[in-house]
């Protein structure tokens, strides 16, 4: 996952990435952080059903606020508590780019 990782936040052609149904924990969710904020072409991107949790929650909302390209995001059924869920709210909410999230 890490070597996928270095090639996603260097690549400029990838537009859409489907990450769902792929047990990702917080270790991931740092990975896939690290390519919201390096990666300057990706507009959709479906991380839903993995188990994300409140640490790989937290790293994601912060990519996010940097992420100017990202328009579309799933990422329903990932074990977030209303904690993390208010997190990405606010995250989501400075993301002036993203039109429709799950």
Not at 69 to 97: G, H, P, V
């Amino acid at each position: 996952m890490k070597l996928l990782a270095k090639a996603l936040c260097k690549n400029t052609t990838l537009t859409n990435i489907n990450f769902s149904d792929n047990q990702f924990g917080f270790e991931e969710g740092k990975i896939l952080a690290e390519i919201l904020w390096n990666n300057t072409t990706l507009t959709t991107l479906d991380i839903s059903n993995n188990q994300l949790g409140f640490e790989g929650g937290k790293v994601l909302a912060k990519s996010l606020c940097k992420n100017n390209t990202l328009i579309d995001l799933k990422f329903n059924n990932n074990q977030l508590s209303l904690e993390e869920e208010k997190i990405l709210a606010k995250a989501l909410y400075r993301n002036i780019t993203l039109n429709f999230s799950n």
